[in-house]
T-cell receptor, first 113, second 113 residues
């Protein structure tokens, strides 16, 4: 059971297009992390957002944490073939579940040249 | 090494056999996590260690699953009497302390025939 719902599940776009991936939950998390995973490899951390309303930019990637700390979005500007991969959001547990990460199902992004 | 190392990378076993999966965390990392990632899903939490203490094993799917970290460094995940539904990628992650970002290994892909 995934506590975090990601949408869309699959996204196939042309190089140069913009896209947004969404991550939603009914639970509040102490922080939310975005990972990217390539086939046969483990997830690699892209960013951690902690404060409600926080916006972080990483080159062409913009991450936003919802005001209530329940949802997040990832926006990619001018996508490139190198952006292809599985994008996972993960909420960090609080209290008795501190340290645990709750992952969404992921968004499989394919960027065609 | 610089990252989390897992072995073997691939494991094929017959139903009913026991398997052992190994994780070498980043040196000095106190926290160690195991996750299970089924095909097309995000990782799901299995268990968590702080040094040698197993603080949370609530994600282990059955009593056939057992994890240990006897000296607070290397960890082993053991699955007894394997079943087909155990087929998945098993990911290990470590972090300096529990609230810090987790660094993932590349996983062990387990296939039960």
């Amino acid at each position: 059971t995934q506590l975090l719902e990601q949408s869309p599940q699959f996204l196939s776009i042309q190089e140069g297009e913009n896209l947004t991936v969404y991550c939603n939950s009914s639970s509040v998390f102490s922080s939310l992390q975005w990972y990217r995973q390539e086939p046969g490899e483990g997830p690699v951390l892209l960013v951690t957002v902690v404060t409600g309303g926080e916006v972080k930019k990483l080159k062409r990637l913009t991450f936003q944490f919802g005001d209530a700390r329940k949802d997040s979005s990832l926006h990619i500007t001018a996508a490139q073939p190198g952006d292809t991969g599985l994008y996972l959001c993960a909420g960090a547990g609080r209290g008795s579940t501190l340290g645990r990460l709750y992952f969404g199902r992921g968004t499989q992004l394919t960027v065609w040249p | 090494g610089a990252g989390v190392s897992q072995s073997p990378r691939y494991k094929v076993a017959k139903r009913g056999q026991d398997v052992a999966l190994r994780c070498d965390p980043i040196s000095g990392h106190v926290s160690l996590f195991w996750y299970q990632q089924a095909l097309g899903q995000g990782p799901e939490f299995l268990t968590y260690f702080q040094n040698e203490a197993q603080l949370d094993k609530s994600g282990l799917p059955s009593d056939r699953f057992f994890a240990e970290r006897p000296e607070g460094s290397v960890s082993t995940l053991k699955i007894q009497r394997t079943q087909q539904e155990d087929s998945a990628v098993y990911l290990c992650a470590s972090s300096l302390v529990e609230e810090q970002p987790q660094h993932f290994g590349d996983g062990t892909r387990l296939s039960i025939l």
